[in-house]
C-alpha cells in the first residue's frame, strides 16, 4: 500500500503562526508500550511532548514516521513537531535543550527547519527495520534486550534465498497479526547478513525496507527466515505460505527487543535518488 505524496508544499504545513521542525530520535524501546501515546503505559510519543513542555509551550504533539511495538528500539526516527514561530529555544540548540530534560533511554540526535511540505510520517518513501541476532553457544550479557540470542548454527544461504522469495510486492496477511488493513506491501529488501566469527558467531543483522509495514510484519518474517536457517523450512515454501494467507504457515514472531528502527527515507534525501 502507497501512500499518496504531497501534491502541493501547502498540504502539510505547519498551523498559523508556527514553524515545523525535523528531529531525529533514538530510543532504548524497553521502558515504553511503542511510539504511540497510550492511556495507561509511558510512550516515546509523551515523553518528548513532556520534554518539549519544559521548554515552553507546546500544544501539538511531536509525529513519526511510523509506530513501534512496545519494546523495539529506534537508532534513527524521523519525527515532526510544530512549535511557536516564538519558541525561545533556536533549532540549533534544541537537541542539547531537549535532552537535558530527557530521560537516559531518549535521545534527540539533531533538530532543524523542516521544508516546506514536510510530514513525518506521510512525506516518508521508505523505512528501514534491522533486526539483531546474537548467534553463539553461550548468551551474552550485553547483547540481553538488544538482540535474540541464537545458540544454534544458521543456514545463511538457505535464509536469504527464503529472504528472495519474499522481496518484491506480495499479500503478506500470513505474516501479519490481527491486521484490518489491506495486506498488499512492497518489500523492497530483505537481507541476511552474518557475524564476523570464523563459524558466523557474533551479531547477525536481518535489514528489511520497504515503504510501510504491516503490524507485526517484520517480526514475522524473521521468525520465518530463522525456520529456514534451522533447516525447518524450505526456502522453496515460502511461495506456499504467502499464497495461503494464513498467519499460522508463517514462523512465530520474534522478540520486539532485537527490532530497531534504523532510518527513513524522503523526497530530497540524498539516498532517496539511489
Known amino acids: 500500500m502507497t501512500h499518496p505524496l504531497p501534491t502541493s508544499p501547502l498540504r502539510f504545513q ?14 532504548d524501546g524497553a521502558p515504553y508500550a511503542g511510539w ?3 492511556a495507561n503505559a509511558p510512550s516515546v510519543q509523551d515523553t518528548l511532548h513532556a520534554a518539549f ?5 507546546a500544544p501539538f504533539r511531536p509525529v513519526a514516521a511510523g509506530r513501534t511495538d512496545a519494546g523495539v528500539h529506534a537508532e534513527a526516527m524521523p519525527v515532526h513537531v510544530d512549535l511557536p514561530a516564538d519558541f525561545r529555544v533556536p533549532p540549533a540548540r534544541l537537541a542539547r535543550a531537549l535532552n537535558a530534560w530527557l530521560p537516559p533511554t531518549v535521545a534527540v540526535l539533531d533538530a532543524a527547519p523542516a521544508p516546506p511540505g514536510f510530514h513525518a510520517r506521510f512525506s516518508c518513501l521508505e523505512r528501514r527495520y534491522v533486526y539483531r541476532l546474537w548467534c553463539a553457544p553461550q548468551r551474552h550479557p550485553l547483547w540481553a534486550g538488544r538482540a535474540l540470542h541464537v545458540p544454534q548454527p544458521l543456514d545463511m544461504a538457505a535464509m536469504n534465498a527464503a529472504a528472495q522469495a519474499l522481496t518484491g510486492t506480495h499479500d503478506f496477511a500470513a505474516f501479519a497479526t490481527q491486521e484490518d488493513r489491506q495486506t498488499v506491501r512492497e518489500l523492497r529488501a ?19 525496507h520497504g515503504e510501510s509495514f504491516l503490524r507485526h510484519m517484520v517480526r514475522g518474517l524473521v521468525g520465518t527466515l530463522l525456520l529456514a536457517g534451522q533447516g525447518k523450512l524450505d526456502p522453496a515454501g515460502v511461495a506456499a505460505i504467502l499464497r495461503s494467507r494464513q498467519r499460522a504457515q508463517a514462523g512465530a514472531n520474534v522478540a520486539p527487543d532485537g527490532l530497531y528502527f534504523a532510518g ?10 539511489t
Do not use: F
Open 14 to 27: 505547519p498551523p498559523d503562526g508556527c514553524q515545523r521542525l525535523r528531529l531525529t530520535v533514538a530510543w
Open 264 to 273: 527513513a527515507l524522503y523526497p530530497g534525501d540524498p539516498a532517496s535518488t
Open 53 to 57: 513542555a519544559r521548554l515552553g509551550p
Open 190 to 208: 530483505l537481507t541476511v547478513v552474518p557475524g564476523p566469527g570464523a563459524n558466523g558467531d557474533g551479531i547477525w543483522a536481518i535489514h528489511v
Open 36 to 38: 504511540q501515546a497510550q
